[in-house]
């Protein structure tokens, strides 16, 4: 396939590069007026219009993208696709003015979610997830984290990582699992932490490992959900199974989360709603990235996360959706775009590479995916016509997106 008259080739990378830290953030490499030619499902070569070789120039299988723009896929690498049953009920009581952690107190929130979930089929869990991931790739998602957290048993627990697996064995895009039974103490376990945690550690984490279904370990570190020293004992227990963390870290205070989270080595630490300067110091001197979710800050009313300090102490950004039925029921990547701009006040080039390679990075799959490189996956979108590479987060709440490419052949949902 090739696509000539591209406006604007956005994303020109090197391959090597991994993950942008820092100033590199601000740096958007594009090309004008530019063609792009994918093999295999892979970009095979790019260049100039005015210099495109004539052996390829008359290539059966064109798409001309006059006036329109070429982007990597959107990575989105935080969210929590698999649920049973949607929670605007919740919806009421937040414009009501209850918090996130009242409405949790009240029987709500994760325990809510998990009650369905075990309730659920794999097969119904299977169908409902699938739609939502459909409807993210033809916003533009081309790689998806998904978390397990709504089973909160052994078996619902599994049964959420088996979908998960069933979604990846059918998805067109990559997808990560991340194993999140720490998530909330189940009722049972209110008075028993520390029986909880064996349960992950000695009865969930086994079976996990030997059937290969989670990429990461997660932790819901936080106040009224797992301490400190409760994710600590977590996440060395994953270690010895080969999980490394990406944990869900000052969402609702600040707690210890990032430095736990940075001593286990990390892959990512998401949410930093709030922040401190410890935490950026433990950051900036390390390989976790930190994820920041701005939509769950928008839903919930709770503050944005400091994304200029991060940036600004050589910290490494991603930005992605949370998707999830309490604290974001929305998983729109352009729509998180337009927030980091708006509201994180980040550049349109820095929430673009917070939102691909960097996203990518968090994945740990930015060598394939995240950027418009040679030998990379052909995993990317062609946009309406367009004025400017950030008329995309300007044009908040609408999607630019016309035509989605995956594995190099258009997708249609
Ligand atoms: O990332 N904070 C923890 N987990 C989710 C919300 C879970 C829920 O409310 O169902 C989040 O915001
Ligand atoms: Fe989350």
Redesign the pocket.
Known sequence: MLITNIKGLVGLHPKEKLVLRGSEMKDLPALENAWLLIEDGLIKDFGKMSEIPSRISNLPSQISAEGKYVFPSWCDS?T?IVFAASREEEFAMKIQGKTYEEIAAAGGGILNSANKLQQASEDELFESASIRLKNMILKGTGAVEI?SGYGLTVESEIKMLRVIQRLKANSPIPIKATFLAAHAYPTAFKDNHQGYIDLIINEMLPQIAAEKLADYIDVFCEKGFFSVEETDQILKAAAKFGLKPKI?ANQLSVSGAVEVGVKNNAVSV?HLEETNQHNINSLKTSNTITTL?PSCSFYLGIPFADAKSLIAENVPVAIAT?Y?PG?TPSGNMNFVVSLACIKLKMQPEQAINAATLNGAAAMEISSEYGSIAIGKKANLFITKPMPSVAYLPYSFGDVQIETVILNGEVYNG
């Open positions: 935080h929590h978390k869900h998401d979710l949370d999830n604290s």
